[in-house]
């Protein structure tokens, strides 16, 4: 872009043209460098800056950069009232200094740090619904003139424009987290079913959690539905109309959990091309269910902990912290109590989650409860396959009660799939349920075997069934048998199972 001889007849059609972008545009960071790199063409000035205030920390920190010196500028901060920019952002009004050597307010450490000699500055603050959010800052004017009022004026354009882009780009991401909820509402199709004592005291206890903002720390067996308890916590909670985010800790390689929870911004790594909103950010104001926290290395769970007690964290790559609002539900199957015993999992942490401790019972303490899942999962999935209606029989019934389901509510779920997908479409007969017999599986016990020998059968022989009934697919065993794939497959070289 030229530079201007006259504000008026240069910034129209490109102010005309932001506009329209700020309207529909959501990738806030391109269309903030986008004002901020005209505003600075138009201004004819050396350098600009715009800066958000965090209101925990009552810091401004760098968003958006231009000039030689840009990439340098970024690592600083500067405190609510400190230089021109802190006053302007602390008085919210505008200043125009012509000489910044003549300025009492004027704080030089970082020009000095970075070596950049700054002679003028034009500073407007950025506020949305009389509430200032920041500031922009255009410094030194080409040519060796000075910032006169008239370039206020305009400045002032641009800090309204970006303002506008924020405001809509958080209306956006609300209404985005909103319609996200609801979803989550509506595709909940499998409740938590049962009538048994069991079922309904963690049920009693999860409502009652729901009103508070305690973290929670949902104890159970694989497959026992503690996600499923986490999103009637959520829903009930006052949080139910922004989406609960998850994330399975176990499921995510080590190396980039901290960038799947923090997010990470462009050019912070190789292949980072683009900025990354973390699970953290994308949980402001409602649920983050970590599932599997027990797989969490130490490292992430010292850096989850400052989160929950700091409220703050800071993207990878980035300098600029972000503050968030979030309840956490966390989940393990493991006895995460023995995990402090020996080390693996920080006490700190353990407390920090364990504000409220809730335990998913496991199917074999609810039978009563085996009949109406049955059924619920019968006539799910008889919609699925476009079936009228499918029975179970009496035997395949007391089948599947006197089986102790080691997979628990997924497993039962997967065996009446199966059973309806390739069943006679009508009944469902004990063949159909690729499930073991109880009594089949002690007779078949050797005596004189140690018990890790007996364990290590049982698990070849659970491991070659589920194989068998999933025609070979690890992934679906896994998830049946409520393991992890990676895990499955070194139990499979382990005992040498051959397809």
């Known amino acids: 872009m030229k530079p201007l001889n006259n504000h008026k007849e240069i910034s129209i059609d490109s102010l005309k043209e932001i506009s329209t972008w700020v309207s529909f545009a959501h990738d806030l960071n391109q269309l903030l460098e986008l004002i901020l790199e005209t505003g600075t063409s138009i201004m004819r000035a050396k350098a600009s800056s715009l800066l958000l205030l965090d209101q925990k920390t009552n810091k401004l920190y760098f968003k958006v950069t231009t000039g030689m010196k840009k990439n340098e500028v970024k690592q600083f901060d500067i405190k609510l009232g400190q230089g021109i920019v802190g006053h302007v952002a602390e008085t919210g009004e505008s200043l125009l200094i012509k000489d910044v050597a003549r300025d009492k307010r004027w704080h030089r450490s970082i020009s000095d740090k970075i070596g950049f000699k700054t002679r003028s500055i034009a500073c407007v603050p950025m506020k949305v619904q009389d509430k200032v959010i920041g500031a922009i800052e255009f410094i030194n004017k080409a040519g060796g003139d000075t910032f006169q009022q008239n370039d206020i004026e305009l400045l002032n354009v641009f800090s309204d424009l970006a303002a506008l882009a924020i405001l809509n780009a958080r209306k956006f991401r609300l209404v985005q987290q909103e319609?996200?909820?609801?979803?989550?509402?509506?595709?909940?199709?499998?409740?938590?079913?049962?009538?048994?004592k069991a079922i309904k005291d963690v049920l009693a206890d999860a409502l009652k959690v729901a009103d508070s903002n305690a973290s929670t720390l949902i104890l159970g067996e694989s497959g026992t539905g503690k996600e499923l308890l986490a999103r009637l916590i959520h829903q009930a909670s006052p949080r139910k109309n922004r989406r609960m985010i998850t994330i399975n800790c176990a499921a995510v390689p080590e190396s980039l959990l901290e960038a799947e929870l923090f997010g990470h911004e462009r050019g912070s790594f190789t292949g980072a091309s683009e900025q990354k909103i973390g699970k953290l950010e994308l949980a402001d104001e409602s649920t983050l269910f970590l599932d599997e926290i027990g797989e969490m290395s130490p490292t992430m769970q010292a850096k989850i902990l400052r989160v929950l007690q700091d409220g703050i964290f800071y993207r990878v790559g980035g300098n600029a912290p972000i503050s968030i609002d979030i309840r956490v539900i966390a989940a393990t199957n493991?006895?995460?109590?023995?995990?402090?015993?020996?080390?693996?999992?920080?006490?700190?942490?353990?407390?920090?989650?364990?504000?409220?401790k809730l335990h998913t019972p496991p199917l074999r303490d609810r039978k009563e409860d085996i009949p109406l899942i049955a059924r619920y999962f019968a006539d799910f999935f008889k919609k699925e396959k476009g079936n009228y209606q499918i029975e179970i029989s009496k035997p395949a019934m007391d089948k599947m009660i006197k089986y102790d389901w080691p997979g628990n509510i997924r497993e039962l779920r997967n065996a009446i799939e199966r059973a309806v997908v390739m069943g006679n479409g009508k009944q469902i007969i004990p063949e159909d349920l690729p499930i073991i017999d109880g009594e089949a599986t002690i007779n078949r016990v050797k005596f004189g075997a140690t018990l890790q020998e007996a364990l290590d059968d049982f698990k070849k022989r659970f491991i070659e069934v589920n194989l068998k009934h999933t025609n070979g697919n690890r992934s679906k065993a896994a998830a049946v048998m409520g393991i992890q794939r990676t895990y499955l497959s070194r139990l499979i070289s382990k005992f040498n199972i051959k397809k």
């Open 179 to 196: 319609n996200e909820g609801l979803k989550q509402a509506l595709e909940l199709n499998h409740n938590i079913i049962g009538e048994s």
């Open 334 to 356: 493991q006895d995460i109590a023995e995990g402090v015993a020996n080390g693996k999992f920080r006490e700190d942490l353990y407390y920090r989650l364990n504000v409220v």
